[in-house]
């Protein structure tokens, strides 16, 4: 491990047991009342969410120009965490939606774009997981297609009128309001870190070790 | 050289099809299964559930596509053939385009059968009076379909419990498709026809085509190399 990640864990642990405290000390929102505080961890999620599918996308991209197995890695360890991050979203956002729209579950672009991109990575990690040998680039195959599908996910489900919240909320929330929510997304933010690096390198010594026993039977 | 490559795939593939015609039964049965169960399950007393002859229609078209794209590259798996495909000289996108027509026209001669089952079935005589319109999105919905199907099936050939994984990995990717179909076709059994949102329909649809053909052709060279 890096020299960095202890003392890095340390510090979001100890953040994370804070966010309770900064969230509860946060400005009452009058519309939603009691609530609107899972947003402090909805959006964060959200976010990690969308970092994990694109730092996927990416590294899949480029497993596929150049065969490079650290990006395979990398895109498989982004894929992890990006299921994980949505699985948050995605529980989180209806126990909101219950309270502010009154319905769990809306058909809108954000929720149903979340949906289907989530159960694209579900659909990653179980070709990784069933495919058997050579599953690597069938996956990168897969990233590539789920991203490039995202634009016309959303276009497609554009159709439904949304009710989701725009993305513009977040800058016009009050500045008493943007710094826990600002803490949550920063704490958020080590946590993704810390468990990519934790991954990826343990992905690493599987390969390490993989190439031990390859050599062994030589 | 390379429409020739093609042309030789799609022509080879129909021929065993004619001869043999076990995708086209075999898919051409298991979607008018799957049309009859949803009858069963959807109409009562004769009276079908508002639109369901436009879901239905592309319910059963993706079942059965799915059935099809398995079969046709099993076939292909079980005499070695891709592998002789594949070390063919001559352009790996060929090879999937070739493989692409024919799924596509398999599906059409089946959507040929499906088409008034479902009308007749489901109480939509509006689906046959716009045959241009439905002709349309029918091709670039099916067309969007077998263009991320054909190449998940070529690559899952060598997987473990490929039979599984198609359709798991398949449907999350062709929801768009899927909306947009469904909607397009929708819009054909309404008394008056709203060609704007048809057309919109059909846009993204033909844009989906597009981009996801484009990006097949780019990924099947990598993705089929050992």
């Known amino acids: 491990m890096p020299k960095w990640f202890q003392p890095a864990a340390i510090v979001c642990a100890l953040m994370f047991a804070a966010t309770p405290i900064v969230i509860a000390n946060a400005p009452f929102e009058s519309t939603m009342g009691l609530v609107f505080k899972i947003f402090f961890y909805h959006m964060p999620s959200a976010w990690m969410f969308l970092l994990g599918g694109i730092l996927c996308g990416i590294a899949s991209l480029r497993y596929l120009i150049n065969g490079a197995a650290r990006h395979d890695r990398t895109a498989f360890a982004a894929a992890e965490l990006t299921v994980l991050f949505g699985l948050l979203t995605l529980v989180t956002g209806p126990l909101w939606a219950r309270k502010a729209w009154g319905t769990w579950w809306v058909w809108d672009v954000r929720v149903t774009a979340s949906l289907v991109s989530w159960m694209i990575a579900v659909a990653y990690l179980i070709l990784r997981r069933y495919g058997g040998p050579g599953s690597e680039k069938l996956a990168a195959g897969l990233a590539l297609f789920g991203m490039a599908n995202v634009p016309f996910i959303y276009v497609s489900v554009n159709y439904w009128r949304t009710i989701h919240p725009a993305t513009s909320v977040v800058p016009t929330l009050p500045v008493s309001m943007g710094g826990p929510l600002w803490f949550c997304v920063a704490s958020f933010l080590m946590l993704f870190i810390l468990l990519f690096t934790m991954r990826v390198r343990l992905e690493e010594q599987r390969a390490r070790l993989d190439a031990v026993y390859l050599s062994l039977d030589e | ?226």
């Not at chain 2, 379909?145 to 060598?158: D, Q």
């Not at chain 2, 990717?173 to 057309?199: C, H, S, Y």
Request: charged share 15%.
């Open chain 2, 1 to 226: 050289m390379f429409a020739r490559a093609m042309w030789l795939i799609l022509r080879k593939d129909l021929t065993v099809e004619v001869r043999s015609g076990e995708v086209a039964y075999t898919t051409l049965f298991f979607a008018v299964s799957c049309v009859l169960i949803f009858a069963f399950a959807l109409v009562r007393d004769g009276r079908a559930p508002e639109d369901g002859a436009a879901g239905l229609l592309w319910i059963a078209i993706a079942f059965a596509g799915t059935l099809a794209l398995g079969r046709t590259f099993e076939r292909e798996r079980q005499s070695e053939t891709l592998r002789a495909l594949l070390m063919a000289p001559t352009a790996r996108p060929a090879v999937y385009l070739g493989k692409l027509l024919g799924i596509v026209a398999l599906l059409a001669g089946v959507e040929v059968i499906l088409v008034p089952l479902v009308a007749l079935l489901f109480n939509a005589n509006a689906l046959l009076e716009h045959p241009a319109w439905l002709a349309a999105i029918l091709i670039a919905g099916t067309v969007g379909f077998a263009a991320v199907g054909t190449l998940f099936a070529a690559m899952l050939i060598r997987a473990r419990s490929r039979d599984v994984l198609l359709p798991v990995l398949l449907y999350p990717v062709i929801v768009p498709v899927m909306i947009a179909a469904v909607r397009g076709t929708a819009v054909l059994l309404q008394p008056e026809v709203d060609t704007q949102v048809a057309w919109f329909w059909l846009a993204l649809l033909a844009t989906f085509d597009v981009v996801f053909v484009t990006l097949a052709l780019w990924t099947f060279e990598p993705v089929m190399t050992d």
